[in-house]
């Protein structure tokens, strides 16, 4: 089924995938149908998400076990921005210590840096979620911070919803490890622009051609606004409509699910 009307103009899609495509282990309604038919209509979509607990490669055998069907170049995530923008800002060889789980832990050495476990040793401190930190690693980690390391968050999502309801997510380590240094960290994930910079550049498409699909107001839609990227807010998610109608700047669209896009 063709994307056609109100979407003539889009070419391109960012697609958050938490919220959007599945929550939890359930794919939603239309995800799968909808991943075919950007791939039939030979739309550009780069599935671009803040969630730096997870390698492409894994994504693509979660979205797989949902019928869903990627390469794993569309997978983008704030750990791959995250290992970019040290590559360019500071070129490896160096020591990093990370505070993060297997996304970051995997790209950051795959980018040409030396993974620390002490502060001793570190000349940057990459901040993820972890879901099983330890009080020792967080220490390590402001104790580097403290000793002048330059403090590099992979995305500022202050929670992430679960099945039994709302965890902390890598703005919670973020707080504890500001608390401790009483610094903050440069973030590079959605909304800030350089994760959607990163992300048009891979798939080579104008911002006025394309759409960010999201659930999050606060980082989705914010971030590609400021991008100068169409938006379009989910309620599968995060955000519920009274919310998405007040927010500033209001989503170019909004839609209640991925089967109302498909109809549209
Ligand atoms: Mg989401």
Redesign the pocket.
Known sequence: MPLKSPFDSIQAWLI?????IYRGAEPLPGAAEFVRTLQQEEQAYLFLTNNATKTPDQSVTRLASMGIHVEVSSIFTSALATAAYLTEHFPPPRCVLVVGGNGIRTAVPQAGFELVTRAEQAELVVSALDQEVTYAQLAEAALAINAGCPWIATNPDPTVPSERGILPGAGSIIAMLAAATGQAPLIIGKPEPGIYDQALALIGANPRETVML???LST?ILGGHRAGINTMCVLT??SGRAEAEAYQPRPDFIIESLPELLAS
Do not use: A, L
Request: aromatic content about 0%; cysteine-free.
């Open positions: 958050d995938m938490d919220g959007v999201g659930d999050r989705d998610g995060i």
